[in-house]
């Protein structure tokens, strides 16, 4: 098929849908202009980059860095560029204006929050691995999050010569210990009221449509994670005769021979599919 083809076959498929799932991956935030390296990445750290040698925003999140002062220098930067700033590109917007009148949920690996900056709604929004919007306690001494923008806005504002001062390191308020990031990289990661409340309304939403005529949007979803959403979507569509599933990724768009027959598979940028559907 021709890439024209391929968006007019996954607007019938959207508007004959009576439910969407969307589920998102990296490749979504990076179609929106959200880079982790490159002229973006000079842009903001070129100083980290000089200084400590690495050469994206990701390996910069795992930099073993010797204190405190110096990991929030980087991580209250990096969370203001890439959470509390706004995507270059209108990926998110497009996307809500093609699902707005539908019954939809999201499901996404990323956490960014650029869904609820779009104008998603809150509710219909699981951010299944954290937010870069909150800290917890880095034990974790319970399973409550805090909103962090203040702290990082501070932090970003005073940081001199890649270090915040010492007083800006953020401890929790009940042990003491210092705070990190709610995101899932080990086993301390916080599953807090919200993460659960979320859960429970995605996994009601699955069951409610099961036998529906629902599409699975899959976006810029990778290999790093499969198990949260594309494998879940194929074993969906493959259950139910009246779904379909749709994928777009550049150079990793793909799907399974059991349901290839009620596939879309479109290997191109998002934000050049999500034009289309939008002109």
Not at 24 to 41: D, K, M, P, Q, V
Not at 50 to 65: A, I, K, L, Q, V
Not at 258 to 265: A, D, W
Request: charged share 25%.
């Amino acid at each position: 098929m021709t890439f024209m083809q391929d968006c007019l076959k996954l607007k019938t498929a959207l508007d004959h849908a009576e439910a969407v799932v969307i589920g998102a991956g990296a490749g979504l935030s990076t179609s929106a202009g959200f880079t982790y390296s490159g002229e973006r990445f000079k842009e903001y750290f070129s100083d980290f980059e000089e200084r400590y040698g690495f050469h994206d925003m990701y390996s910069g999140g795992f930099y073993p860095y010797e204190t405190l002062e110096e990991f929030w220098a980087f991580w209250s930067r990096n969370i203001l560029v890439n959470r509390f700033a706004d995507p270059p590109k209108s990926v998110y917007h497009d996307l809500l204006e093609l699902v707005k009148n539908k019954d939809y949920f999201v499901i996404t690996t990323n956490v960014d929050h650029c869904f609820q900056k779009a104008g998603f709604d809150k509710k219909r929004l699981f951010y299944t691995q954290g937010d870069y919007g909150l800290l917890q306690c880095s034990v974790p001494c319970r399973n409550k999050t805090y909103d962090n923008e203040e702290p990082i806005r501070r932090m970003t504002a005073e940081q001199k010569n890649m270090k915040i001062p010492s007083e800006l390191i953020p401890r929790c308020p009940v042990c003491g210990k210092p705070m990190t990031m709610n995101l899932r990289c080990d086993d301390a990661f916080v599953q807090d009221e919200g993460w659960d409340l979320a859960c429970r309304r995605y996994e009601a939403f699955i069951k409610s449509h099961k036998n529906s005529r629902i599409l699975y949007l899959e976006l810029g979803v990778g290999a790093n994670t499969p198990v949260i959403i594309k494998y879940p979507f194929w074993r969906f569509t493959n259950e139910n005769l009246s779904a379909a599933y749709a994928c777009i990724n550049l150079g990793e768009a793909i799907c399974p021979p059991q349901i290839k027959n009620r596939s879309i598979i479109i290997n191109e940028d998002i934000s050049k599919v999500l034009k289309e559907l939008t002109a």
